[in-house]
T-cell receptor, first 111, second 111 residues
Framework: GESVGLHLPTLSVQEGDNSIINCAYSNSASDYFIWYKQESGKGPQFIID?????DKRQGQRVTVLLNKTVKHLSLQIAATQPGDSAVYFCAENSGDYKLSFGAGTTVTVRA | NAGVTQTPKFQVLKTGQSMTLQCAQDMNHNSMYWYRQDPGMGLRLIYYSASEGTTDKGEVPNGYNVSRLNKREFSLRLESAAPSQTSVYFCASSWGDSPLHFGNGTRLTVT
């Protein structure tokens, strides 16, 4: 079965607001997590990653939070822009060079 | 710098036909991967190659074969296409356990 999943398949956000995308994972042995963004007609694009020895990591307008106690991962996007409209995937490193992906959350930014 | 290049971008096959999807990367990455993406299911690993000369099965290898031609190229072959193989196929590459870099996909329809 799928070891990584997202809580909601869709998210509608007002332009300028902050977005929070959630992801749950089931493999407690996973030690590396990645968020990808996929725009229509393109391949997934790396956004940010985090290793299990960290709780939080920040990038440009994005923050990833990792809660190992409840096996939960979230991606926060600050001041959401129209260009942020895409499908967002979390991925989990299950070892041996393999990544397991969730089903994705479609983010739509309202003007 | 092209990154990961996949050809063709689109393909329509009839049931039973064969074809090879091509992938090349110019980032000197050791590892290469083939994923398929179906609606609502995220990306699923078909095959991967941790290094030149090695290939291993992923989550959904049945009906596919791969060849790691050299460090740059990793091809995916469908010997006898079936409608269940209608999907979007993504090739990716990485260095060790660094984030995967994806191509823009091949959209395959099997009728």
């Amino acid at each position: 079965g799928e070891s990584v999943g997202l809580h909601l398949p869709t998210l509608s956000v007002q332009e300028g607001d902050n977005s929070i995308i959630n992801c749950a994972y089931s493999n407690s042995a996973s030690d590396y997590f990645i968020w990808y963004k996929q725009e229509s007609g393109k391949g997934p694009q790396f956004i940010i990653d985090i290793r299990s020895n960290m709780d939080k990591r920040q990038g440009q307008r994005v923050t990833v939070l990792l809660n190992k106690t409840v096996k939960h991962l979230s991606l926060q996007i600050a001041a959401t822009q129209p260009g942020d409209s895409a499908v967002y995937f979390c991925a989990e490193n299950s070892g041996d060079y393999k990544l397991s992906f969730g089903a994705g959350t479609t983010v739509t930014v309202r003007a | 710098n092209a990154g990961v290049t996949q050809t063709p971008k689109f393909q329509v096959l009839k049931t039973g036909q064969s074809m090879t999807l091509q992938c090349a990367q110019d980032m000197n990455h050791n590892s290469m991967y083939w994923y398929r993406q179906d609606p609502g299911m995220g990306l699923r690993l078909i095959y991967y190659s941790a290094s030149e000369g090695t290939t291993d099965k992923g989550e959904v290898p049945n009906g596919y074969n791969v060849s790691r031609l050299n460090k740059r190229e990793f091809s995916l072959r469908l010997e006898s296409a079936a409608p269940s193989q209608t999907s979007v196929y993504f090739c990716a590459s990485s260095w060790g356990d660094s984030p995967l870099h994806f191509g823009n996909g091949t959209r395959l329809t099997v009728t």
